[in-house]
């Protein structure tokens, strides 16, 4: 179910009173006795009152995203255009276009999720080269992925790993 109409649902459930209960627009106890109904959760769940002979309902769990092995924080930095062309370490050619990157240890081919904790902004790239080289980065990933990560300006940034393969 799309976010928005999953949201539009819970709106709407929230909004209806449990069988023989006060309705939300009420005031006063009645209101106080509506709310003592609600399952408190965190922000990311869905609060429902039960409903007398319902299934009780507490959460809708948010859409399940890749799991992977989380390879923690590091600088990570991009490739200059200088590279544009020259084969790295698996053997192809460096396409500054592609969503691609290099990385110390990890297999060719591997695929990671690196997200920009700033502004919230992650891509997935490829490993298809070594490095970097410079010490204290932990990737260095191609100018299509720093642009979506927005890293350009700056010219590199901390960012989180997460291995999905």
Known sequence: MPAR???AFAAALVLT?????????DTGAKADAFEANFVHLPANS?????????????????AVEEAGEVLGSGVASYYGRRFA??????GERFDP??????HRTLPFGSKVRVTNPRNGKSVVV???????????????VSRAAADELGLV?????????VLLD
Request: charged share 20%.
């Open 46 to 62: 869905i609060a429902i009152a039960p409903a007398a002979g319902a299934v009780d309902v507490t959460a809708i769990e948010p």
């Open 126 to 140: 490829r490993i298809n080269d070594r490095g970097p080289f410079h010490k204290g980065r932990m990737i260095d």
């Open 97 to 102: 276009g592609q969503l691609t990157a290099a």
């Open 5 to 7: 109409k999953l949201a």
């Open 17 to 25: 009173a449990p069988a023989g209960g006060p309705a939300l627009a």
């Open 85 to 90: 062309g020259r084969p790295t370490a698996s």
């Open 153 to 161: 300006q700056r010219g590199h940034g901390t960012v989180d790993l």
